[in-house]
């Protein structure tokens, strides 16, 4: 069983940066995809990032390439988000989340092909 508790989120201005953390517990092995996600009122929850615990390979969505780093801590089982130059658009509650995925399939799955979930953490970007 894996939990996951995010952190970090805030209010921020346009053009500004914000680090989401996400604390996990339980067994991450290698083969562990971990992500984030987000999600707003009325919309599907989309992902954002996606890295392979073991070996750090990492994806992102088209709207934040360049934008955001996904990186994970692997001694504190930590999973990070550095979001900078952060746009209205990226206003939206925060989650992350960790399946354990064979190394021959991508990480990048939708909110179906994860198992494990936090309780999200709210980013707002104002102007």
């Known amino acids: 069983q894996v939990q996951l508790v995010e952190s970090g989120g805030g209010s921020v201005q346009a053009g500004g940066s914000l680090r989401l953390s996400c604390a996990a517990s339980g067994y991450i092995t290698s083969n562990y995809c971990m992500g984030w996600f987000r999600q707003t009122p009325g919309k599907e929850r989309e992902g954002v990032a996606y890295?392979?615990?073991?070996?750090?390979?990492?994806g992102y969505t088209d709207s934040v390439q360049g934008r955001f780093t996904i990186s994970r801590d692997r001694a504190k089982n930590t999973l990070y988000l550095q979001m900078d130059s952060l746009k209205l658009d990226d206003t939206a509650m925060y989650y992350c989340?960790?399946?354990?995925?064979?190394?021959?399939?991508?990480?990048?799955?939708?909110?179906?092909?994860?198992?494990?979930w936090g309780q999200g953490t709210q980013v707002t970007v104002s102007s």
């Open positions: 890295i392979r615990f073991g070996t750090g390979g990492t």
């Open positions: 989340a960790a399946e354990n995925i064979p190394t021959y399939s991508t990480c990048r799955r939708p909110e179906s092909g994860y198992r494990y």
